[in-house]
């Protein structure tokens, strides 16, 4: 069984920096398309960054020079790190995963595995 637990996420002020994990159990590690996506107050969920089983990463283009997603494969964890952060970053931000090495392509509805969420709060 494939679970995905997230962490690291919080409540800081704009400018601030937080450094979200996600946990991967299971064998869908490795060769697999990975992503971290966030849901804002009122808003619909959206990609933030993705990286593939290659380290090819991808980024929205509001968080580019920001954000960096990162894996540790022998821990079998994703991170993204965010770095000034500004109140239109607040939101749920979930990782999400699916069995396919290469992200190219890829719509939200294609990941299969998805983490529960962590809140990441910034204010103003």
């Known amino acids: 069984q494939v679970q995905l637990v997230e962490s690291g996420g919080g409540s800081v002020q704009a400018g601030g920096s937080l450094r979200l994990s996600c946990a991967v159990s299971?064998?869908?590690?490795?060769?697999?398309?990975m992503g971290w996506f966030r849901q804002g107050p009122g808003k619909e969920r959206e990609e933030v960054a993705r990286i593939s089983s290659d380290g090819t990463t991808v980024y929205t283009d509001s968080v580019k020079g920001r954000f960096t997603i990162a894996k540790d494969n022998p821990k079998n964890t994703l991170y993204l790190q965010l770095n000034s952060l500004k109140p239109e970053d607040t939101a749920m931000y979930s990782c999400?995963?699916?069995?396919?090495?290469?992200?190219?392509?890829?719509?939200?509805?294609?990941?299969?595995?998805w983490g529960q969420g962590t809140q990441v709060t910034v204010s103003s």
């Open positions: 299971g064998s869908v590690y490795r060769g697999t398309c």
């Open positions: 999400a995963a699916v069995a396919k090495p290469s992200c190219s392509g890829l719509s939200i509805g294609e990941y299969k595995y």
